[in-house]
């Protein structure tokens, strides 16, 4: 011991820094108890940043991003961070699942990975894009799927809320769905897709095969996302939680930062969308490259419907960048922006190529370091920059299905008693994909209320992971309330998210490129509304000299700019109560 004590405190150092690197922090407790100078160097704050640095991303660079846009003020020191607990809680997570034992702490696994995912490492220009240490550590802890009691809630169709705008919101509240762990389960399957368990042994005739569990979440994602009563006025036509009467003006909110992902619905909608992608890419290569090609596959669930030539390519290529493959050789810097990279800001294609993109962003070539939100209209003007990286080629898939179908559903999805095995496996969905050249045509920006209900304060970091009840490894396995934990960290930096929503221009846009039918024309927006997630409306219409056709609602899956785009519903414009809808995702591909 003494002649290990005699190495110099450098070396010392990257020893106990690899042995976190190496997933292995209980070794560092252990060491901790061989000698009071051992003990010193590793309760030594700098240590366990330099060992956290080592194997996750740095919180402190996604908000540094965004300070000076809220204010600047207030950032966390990083003096006071909490490296050792945070760690720990990731680390003490590993290992519950290699034991499974996670009975008592499911809310502490799904506070840490969604903490995780939400906070990964940008992706700047110019620089090496090395993939995401966060990315890289929820890929482990999904390695054998989410814990088999997150899958059952996935295949089972809870009691159907009624979805008017007659409901109880006190009956909405008891559901597990609307409570701060449900919201980050949900969001997470948002993030990830659908990871089915994988057991020790598992029945491929029952429930706990991979395959079993795919068809049933499917099924009750699909009765989710085609459910004719869910769109309504208080929720914006669109999938958002509702908003009191009070704030609404008519149907959009007086103060944009009220407005919140339904995060239940858009992971259903990404279950459907991913599933139905993959299946269009089934067809027989002799078809690949024809237009309006019209094709049912051999289990008769879905008629893709590619609008352009290279249709079936660029789905194709959207579906390796979710499973995260990567070619032999490639050394273009994409396996940082594959798989769970693509959650990561900037990781799009083209993102930072727009129009003051980069300069304010980052701050450089004329970018303010105090920016300022000029003064607020409601109409488009030629005052503001393409911070959500707009300006591009975009590909946009819609699902739908027979309109006494959906109807059918529709009524179905009442049913109280509802048994996975009673679901519907073999609804017939039409996947459209076509292609979007999206242009600029304006901004505008949110008038800031006379007395704002926030406080411009930049966020602490977005890790969510709860805090140990130990100030040693020892206790690293005791954990406390996690959705306590959550509930103050999430209160310390919403306050900053909500104020993007006054500090960022309103983008208006149109499709310079409408498609197979030159008289289709696309309008939309795209705006930051609360807990600083970027919202995309647009309408279209087939005709110009007629009204509106349709409408859609999605918001960004991960970061501003991520390669995941934004994924929601479309509906009629007029929102009558017959209207159809269904789940749409669009991404950027150039």
């Known amino acids: 011991m003494s002649s290990f004590l005699a190495l110099p405190t450098e070396i010392l150092e990257q020893i106990l820094v690899q042995c976190g690197h190496n997933g292995s922090p209980e070794s560092i407790s252990t060491i901790s108890q061989t000698c009071k100078e051992l003990r010193d160097l590793i309760y030594d704050t700098t240590i366990w940043r330099e060992v956290y640095l080592s194997v996750l991303d740095s919180p402190f660079v996604p908000q540094e991003v965004i300070a000076k846009f809220v204010g600047g003020k207030g950032i966390l020191e990083k003096g006071k961070f909490e490296w050792k607990r945070r760690l720990v809680a990731v680390m003490s997570l590993q290992k519950q699942l290699k034991t499974l034992d996670l009975a008592e702490n499911l809310d502490g696994y799904i506070f840490t990975l969604s903490g995780l995912a939400a906070a990964p490492f940008p992706v700047f220009p110019d620089r090496p894009c090395h993939p995401s240490l966060n990315a890289v550590w929820v890929d482990k802890l999904l390695a054998d799927g989410f814990p088999k009691p997150l899958i059952d809630r996935l295949m089972r169709k809870s009691p159907v809320m009624s979805y008017t705008t007659n409901s109880a919101a006190a009956n909405d509240s008891l559901k597990?769905?609307?409570?701060?762990?449900g919201e980050q389960f949900y969001r997470l399957v948002l993030q990830t897709g659908f990871r089915p368990h994988q057991a020790v042994t598992p029945d491929i005739n029952s429930c706990s095969s991979p395959a079993r569990q795919q068809a049933l979440t499917r099924a009750v994602a699909r009765h989710h996302v085609y459910n004719m009563l869910y769109p309504s006025a208080s929720r914006c036509w669109g999938p958002f939680l509702p908003c009191p009467a009070s704030v609404l003006d008519p149907s959009q909110p007086k103060e944009p930062h009220l407005l919140v992902p339904d995060y239940p619905f858009l992971s259903a909608a990404r279950i459907v969308m991913e599933a139905n992608l993959r299946e269009s890419l089934e067809e027989s290569d002799e078809s690949e490259g024809m237009i309006s090609m019209v094709w049912e596959s051999d289990r008769g669930q879905v008629w893709?419907?590619?609008t352009y030539e290279f249709g079936r390519r660029d789905v194709y290529?959207?579906?390796?960048?979710?499973?995260?493959?990567?070619?032999?050789?490639?050394v273009d810097g994409s396996e940082g922006r594959k798989g769970l990279n693509a959650l990561r800001m900037g990781s799009a294609p083209g993102f930072w190529d727009g129009e003051g993109t980069k300069e304010r962003w980052l701050g450089v070539d004329g970018g303010s370091e105090d920016e300022q939100a000029p003064?607020?209209?409601?109409?488009?003007?030629a005052e503001g920059w393409d911070w959500a990286g707009v300006e591009g080629t975009w590909i946009r898939a819609v699902c739908w299905m027979d309109y006494r179908q959906l109807l059918y559903h529709s009524v179905r999805s009442l049913t109280v008693i509802f048994r996975p095995d009673e679901l519907n496996h073999d609804m017939r969905e039409t996947c459209r994909i076509s292609t979007m050249r999206l242009r600029i045509t304006g901004y505008s920006w949110t008038h800031r209320p006379e007395s704002p209900s926030i406080t411009v304060l930049p966020p602490e970091p977005t890790s969510l992971s709860p805090p140990s009840s130990s100030s040693t490894l020892q206790g690293a396995d005791e954990m406390p309330d996690a959705e306590s934990a959550f509930v103050r960290e999430e209160e310390k930096y919403k306050d900053a998210m909500d104020s993007l929503v006054y500090a960022l221009p309103v983008i208006h846009f149109s499709d310079d490129q409408p498609g197979v039918t030159p008289e289709r024309t696309i309008r939309g927006t795209?705006?930051?509304i609360g807990g600083g997630i970027?919202?995309?409306s647009m309408i279209s219409r087939d005709n110009p000299e007629e009204h509106d056709d349709w409408v859609m609602e999605a918001v960004q899956i991960g970061g501003i700019g991520s390669?995941?785009?934004a994924a929601g519903m479309w509906t009629g414009a007029g929102h009558e109560n017959a209207d159809p809808l269904g789940p749409m995702w669009t991404w950027r591909v150039a």
């Open 375 to 381: 003064g607020s209209s409601d109409q488009p003007d």
């Open 534 to 536: 970027a919202r995309w």
């Open 317 to 330: 290529e959207f579906i390796e960048r979710l499973d995260g493959k990567v070619d032999v050789g490639d």
């Open 176 to 181: 597990w769905e609307a409570t701060n762990v």
């Open 304 to 306: 893709p419907l590619f």
């Open 526 to 528: 795209v705006r930051m």
């Open 563 to 565: 390669g995941l785009g």
